[in-house]
């Protein structure tokens, strides 16, 4: 990637690697099969669902939208308490009529957006809404109590599945970097979902971004000359 002192070769087997669809991979293994350090292969896996968050953000839901609240953590917390070690979020989806997903997004829900009881305030939903809902938006359903979140649903079946490959991959997340792996999982199950390549599709949006930072550097540079040049 621009910048990057590690081998474009290095990148590329990163990019196929993160890019499987039966688990992805973490940063040791990765570390191991492209032989560098679990710092940087940390900040290379990173770095890629960078790049996955940003084109998510490009596609927010439209039409019918249903969402949940649901946390992340431990099984046995409290029913009507939030642990410290629970983390929120709303998995949403634009679906069809027959209620199957066509585009999956969960977002972590800041905890002053929850209520003691562990339901989700207005503000959660408005935010929400503006910043991952198109305007044109039909109709919009968010379930904002957890507990009734228990019934079987597709969207609790994706939400136990991601639960399950983040257990199973990384072996278990703090609330810090979590939105990265969500992020991370939805894409995936998207390009899944559409029979869209992964790997064609995150190898020509890093080209895309690598190609938009090179042009923004070059034009930084002849800013600086120019102006170097006046003074």
């Known amino acids: 990637m621009e910048g990057s002192r590690t081998d474009l070769r290095k990148w590329l087997a990163a990019i196929w690697l993160i890019s499987r669809t039966d688990e992805g991979i973490n940063a040791v293994k990765l570390s191991v099969i492209i032989q560098v350090t679990y710092k940087t292969a940390w900040a290379m896996l990173h770095k890629l669902r960078a790049v996955m968050g940003a084109a998510d953000a490009e596609c927010p839901l439209e039409h019918d939208v249903r969402a949940a609240l649901t946390y992340y953590g431990s099984e046995h917390t409290p029913l009507f308490e939030l642990h410290p070690k629970e983390h929120p979020y709303l998995i949403a989806a634009s679906v069809n009529p027959d209620n199957s997903p066509t585009y999956v997004k969960m977002k972590q829900v800041l905890r002053n957006h ?14 929400f809404v503006s910043q991952h809902v198109s305007s044109n938006t039909s109709k919009i359903n968010i379930m904002k109590h957890h507990f009734r979140f228990r019934r079987p649903d597709v969207l609790r079946h994706i939400a136990d599945q991601a639960r399950s490959w983040i257990n199973k991959t990384f072996h278990g997340l703090g609330g810090k970097y979590l939105q990265a792996y969500l992020d991370e999982y939805c894409y995936r199950y998207n390009l899944e979902s559409q029979h869209v390549s992964i790997w064609e599709r995150l190898a020509a949006q890093c080209l895309s971004v690598n190609t938009f930072i090179a042009l923004a550097w070059r034009r930084r540079g002849r800013t600086i000359g120019r102006i170097t040049h006046a003074a």
């Open 114 to 127: 929850l209520l003691s009881d562990k339901s989700l305030l207005t503000a959660g939903r408005t935010a």
